[in-house]
């Protein structure tokens, strides 16, 4: 089983979206015995609340549940936990680096896995409308399909 922590500032935006997409994908593939993922932010700030009301309205757009997610704060024990942790953005790997402990060698920015990306942070969509929640879903959406495709040819499914 690998596990992996898709992670962000507030973990009510961008890292909600980026499990929920990456759950969903595995579902689809059948593959729930060989992938868990859960997600969390560098902060506590939005501790135990549910993903922000645009990335849920977002989410449902393209037939994906997040509402069931709660916000919880990356803990020190997470390094122990998690074989990937993949940062929305370059602050949260640093983050990840410094704060928690993580090895760099098991953290990438999601965008990393973006081929069309010529910046490798996810925007921070927190405080804008739902077309800048929409842009981010499309950014986070093609990025996890090529993640999960990166593990994929790793493990030789
Ligand atoms: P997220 O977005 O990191 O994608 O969840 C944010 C959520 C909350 C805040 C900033 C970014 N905030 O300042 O509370």
Do not use: M, W
């Given at each position: 089983m690998i596990k992996v922590l898709?992670?962000?500032?507030?973990?009510i935006c961008r890292s909600p979206l980026a499990q929920g997409v990456?759950?969903?994908?595995?579902?689809?593939?059948?593959?729930?015995?060989?992938?868990?993922?859960?997600?969390?932010?560098?902060s506590g700030w939005h501790r135990g609340e549910?993903?922000?009301e645009l990335s849920c309205r977002i989410a449902e757009k393209y037939s994906i549940d997040i509402t069931k997610q709660r916000s919880r704060?990356?803990?020190?024990?997470?390094?122990?936990?998690?074989?990937y942790f993949i940062a929305m953005d370059q602050s949260n790997r640093s983050s990840l680096?410094?704060?928690?402990?993580v090895?760099?060698?098991?953290?990438?920015?999601?965008?990393e896995f973006d081929k069309t990306a010529g910046d490798m942070d996810v925007p921070?969509?927190?405080?804008?409308?739902?077309?800048s929640f929409d842009d981010v879903y499309k950014i986070i959406s093609r990025s996890?399909?090529?993640?999960?495709?990166?593990?994929?040819?790793?493990?030789?499914l």
């Open positions: 898709f992670v962000c500032l507030g973990n990456f759950e969903d994908l595995v579902k689809k593939k059948g593959l729930q015995d060989h992938f868990y993922a859960d997600s969390a932010g560098v549910p993903p922000h704060p990356v803990t020190t024990g997470d390094k122990f936990e998690f074989d680096i410094k704060e928690f402990g090895d760099p060698e098991k953290l990438y920015c999601l965008r921070d969509p927190y405080g804008s409308n739902l077309a996890v399909e090529q993640f999960l495709n990166h593990l994929l040819k790793k493990i030789k």
